[in-house]
C-alpha cells in the first residue's frame, strides 16, 4: 500500500506551458513537502506546506487537507524545469514519499 | 550548493562488507536525515537525528546503523552488504525537527 499516488508519472510539456502536478495521501498528514531532483540526482526542497497556499517565482503549491490532495503548478515552464518531482509527507514521525513525476520540458 | 556535505561520493564495495557514510549538516541545523534512493523502492526515509539523539526510525534495516555525534555531523553504517542495498544514499539537516530540510548531494553506493 502507498500512503502517497502521484500523478501523471511522466509529462512532456512545451516551453511556456502552465503545468499540473498531484499529489493524494491516504493519511492524516502533519506537512507535505515538493521536492525537486535534477537529473544529477541532488534534491531540493521546494515547499513544506500544512495548509493554504505557497508561491516561489513560477511555481505555486496548493493543499486541501480535507480531500487530502495537493498540487503543484508551474507557470510559463522553461527546459531547466526539467527535472523529478517528488511528493512527501510527514505523518507523526514517520516520512513517505511518492513514486515521482518526470517532467521534460521542451524548448 | 545547500550546505550538506556527504563522503565519499561513490562506493564500491562487495557482498557482506561494511561500510560507513558521512554526513555534515548545515551550519547551526540540529536535525539530521538519512534517505534510501534505490531504483526498485524509490526515496524510504531511514532515521532522523536531532541533536545527537535519535528520534524517528524509518524503514531502516537491522542491519543498519547511525549515529549523530556532538560536533553534529552524522554517520549511517551499512553492514553484512547484499546486492539490493545499492542505492543513493542522501542525508538532509534542518534547523529543528521536520523543518524544511537541505540535501546533501548522495553516496552512490554500489555493491557487487
Known amino acids: 500500500k502507498n500512503e502517497v499516488e502521484q500523478s501523471p508519472q511522466n509529462l512532456t510539456a512545451q516551453e511556456g506551458e502552465f503545468i499540473t502536478i498531484n499529489c493524494s495521501y491516504s493519511v492524516g498528514i502533519s506537512a507535505l513537502h515538493w521536492l525537486q531532483q535534477h537529473p544529477g540526482g541532488g534534491i531540493v526542497s521546494l515547499f513544506m506546506l500544512s495548509s493554504g497556499k505557497k508561491k516561489h517565482g513560477r511555481l505555486i503549491a496548493t493543499i486541501n487537507i480535507q480531500e487530502k490532495h495537493s498540487s503543484l503548478h508551474i507557470t510559463a515552464s522553461h527546459p531547466r524545469d526539467s527535472a523529478v518531482y517528488i511528493c512527501?509527507?510527514?505523518?507523526?514521525?514517520?516520512?513517505?514519499f511518492g513514486t515521482g513525476t518526470s517532467l521534460t520540458v521542451i524548448p | 550548493d545547500s550546505g550538506v556535505t556527504q563522503t565519499p561520493k561513490h562506493l564500491i564495495t562487495a557482498t557482506g562488507q561494511r561500510v560507513t557514510l558521512r554526513c555534515s549538516p548545515r551550519?547551526?541545523?540540529?536535525?539530521v536525515y538519512w534517505y534510501q534512493q534505490s531504483l526498485d523502492q524509490g526515496l524510504q526515509f531511514l532515521i532522523h537525528?536531532?541533536?545527537?539523539?535519535?528520534?524517528a526510525k524509518g524503514n531502516i534495516l537491522e542491519r543498519f546503523s547511525a549515529q549523530q555525534f556532538p560536533d553534529l555531523h552524522s554517520e549511517l553504517n551499512l553492514s553484512s552488504l547484499e546486492l539490493g542495498d545499492s542505492a543513493l544514499y542522501f542525508c538532509a539537516s534542518s534547523v529543528a525537527g521536520w523543518k524544511t530540510q537541505y540535501f546533501g548531494p548522495g553516496t552512490r553506493l554500489l555493491v557487487l
Open positions: 512527501a509527507v510527514r505523518w507523526g514521525n514517520q516520512f513517505y
Open positions: 551550519s547551526g541545523d540540529l536535525s
Open positions: 537525528y536531532y541533536n545527537g539523539e535519535e528520534r
